[in-house]
Each structure stands twice: as C-alpha cells, then as structure tokens.
C-alpha cells in the first residue's frame, strides 16, 4: 500500500443494516439523505457513500427512481463524490442491486467480493420495539440468508460498470475476498490504483481485533503492493478504534450512520456529520491532513463529476 499524504474520510450515510426504529437520526426520506450528506461533506467527507430507502416505511429500496431525488440535490450542494452502492440490501438479487450504479454512472461504485453469511439478527437483542411490519422478519430472516455474490455476479458488476469508467469501493469483509480481487487483478479486469474497503464486525466476516486489522492490511499489501488505496470500516462500537487504528498505519477511512449508530458508548450519534466531525479529529490528532474531494478524485484516478448521469 503507498501510504497517501491525504486521508480520505467517506461517510455511508445510511445503509440497509439498520432500521428506522433504531435511531430517530437515520436519515430516510430524499429530503434527509440530502441534509444529511451535503453536511457531511461540510464536515470534511470527500465520498458519500448511498442507498436509498423507502420515504414511508424506510425499508431499502434499489430502484434508480429513488436515488435521483437526492442525488441532484447532494450534487448542486457539495463536491463530494458520489459512491453508489451495489450491495443494496442482502436480501435483493445482484441484477436490482446492480441498477442505480448501472442507471446513473457515478464516479464509485461499492462492489461486495464474496458470497457470506450477513447476520443482522443479534440487533434484536438490544432493538425491541419496532414501527414498521417489515423490520423484525428483515432482522429475524437474515439467519438464513446468504449475502450473494458469485464470481459470475462479479464479473456481471465489473464489466457492466466499467464500460461507464465508474470506479470501485472493493468491500472486502475477509481475507477469502482479497483473494478474490486479486483473481480479477490477474485476469486484467481491475485496474490499479483500486480502492479497497476492508469492513471489520459483520457477523459473517473477519472480527475486529487489532490482528484481524492487521492481518487484512498485510495481506492486501502482499497481494496489490502498491497497487492499492486501503480504507477501513469498523461496524459498530468498533468505528472510530479502527478507524484509528488504520489511519495510523496510512490508510483511509470510511465512517457514517450505515455502519455504525453510535458516537459513544450507549450514545445515538445524531448525524452523520457528527461522526464525519469525529474522525476528524482523531485525524488531525495523529497529525493527518484530510483529503478533499478534488484530492480525493486524484488520489483514486476517477472519471470526474462531470460524467455523471445525475
Ligand atoms: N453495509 C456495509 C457493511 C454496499 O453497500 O455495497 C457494506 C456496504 C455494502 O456498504
Ligand atoms: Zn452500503
């Protein structure tokens, strides 16, 4: 890994882990996807990463329709990069997934680089009341599920955005998934310099001890060398230790109300800016300067705002 001058801070602003009952601060509606991003941009987050929901009930919805809403009102009111996800909910096929990245172009895409177990169920152990019908079973339900992501859905994803130059936030939840990027490395389907996220605490993936923190940075430095920017997601109360953590060690950083509610123990963290704020100031603590998106943008060699479809 080149360890980079600049840190990039995305935020993933809110997700398909959590649910609307488990926090009145996650952003649901267009309306609050916008605020809340373009703040976070503000508070010094070069990428937002983003799913959209249902305005009424929240439940994920991956339907391009539904992030046009606010992706002109995040591109008028900021310069972040847009990462659009494609890992959608878990519970959607790659095809639904693969849409709004397919659809509007942007200049990130997230990619998830392995099959696994995504378990959402030991929430229900701290989360018992629920507004909407839909919540406890989409907990309940992902005993069961298998988070699907075969080679033949990756190459789909790889070649169907590629053609757009939409770049990769490579989600790699286990050392198994490094191996798998590398095999698209090999075969000459991605291209350096790749943007490796490696997500620490989903049940199903590696844990979040130091060693495992450890032990993915040096196997993705074996694999890509310098091919590769490393950034780093913490589920949960783990957030910020990983967060600073790798930014010790040169890596990037991604936080936001997607992948944790908390900006304390106990404590609802009440925007995404808050933890975007946060981070930060770990950063700059250790002496690190942020990236901001142009910086960014040259960091990660991509396409550029203009040629998007949004
Ligand atoms: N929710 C994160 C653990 C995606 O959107 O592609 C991973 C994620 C997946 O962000
Ligand atoms: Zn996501």
């Known amino acids: 890994m080149t360890p980079q001058r600049k840190v990039i801070i995305t935020c993933a602003v809110t997700g398909a882990v959590h649910t609307p009952s488990m926090s009145p601060h996650l952003p649901i509606t267009p309306e609050q996807i916008a605020e809340s991003s373009i703040a976070a941009a503000e508070a010094g987050a070069a990428i937002i990463h983003l799913h959209a ?127 798998n990027l590398a095999h698209f490395v090999e075969r000459g389907l991605v291209k350096a310099p790749f943007f490796v996220q490696t997500v620490f605490g989903i049940l199903g993936g590696i844990g979040t001890h130091p060693d495992d923190v450890m032990h993915m940075k040096r196997t993705a430095d074996r694999l890509f060398g310098d091919d590769y920017r490393w950034s780093v997601l913490g589920a949960g109360n783990s957030q910020m230790k990983i967060a600073a953590m790798a930014a010790a060690m040169g890596g990037n950083v991604r936080v936001g109300l997607e992948d944790s509610l908390w900006i304390g123990r106990g404590k609802l963290a009440t925007s995404n800016a808050e933890q975007v704020r946060r981070v930060r100031g770990i950063l700059e603590g250790l002496g690190l300067e942020i990236a901001t998106p142009a910086e960014a943008r040259e960091i990660l060699q991509l396409k550029g705002v203009e040629r998007v479809a949004f």
């Open 53 to 179: 929901r249902d305005p009424v009930t929240g439940k994920p919805d991956q339907r391009p329709e539904a992030f046009t809403p606010f992706l002109g009102v995040i591109k008028k009111g900021c310069d972040a990069i847009v990462n659009l996800t494609t890992g959608g909910s878990p519970y959607m096929t790659v095809q639904e997934r693969m849409q709004p990245a397919k659809v509007l172009k942007p200049e990130v895409a997230s990619m998830n680089m392995g099959t696994m177990n995504f378990g959402l169920f030991p929430m229900l152990k701290r989360f018992k009341e629920f507004k909407h019908d839909w919540e406890r079973p989409y907990l309940e339900g992902s005993k069961d599920l298998v988070f699907r992501n075969t080679f033949g859905d990756l190459e789909t994803v790889l070649a169907e955005l590629s053609v757009n130059d939409t770049r990769f936030e490579f989600e790699c939840y286990d050392t198994s998934h490094l191996y």
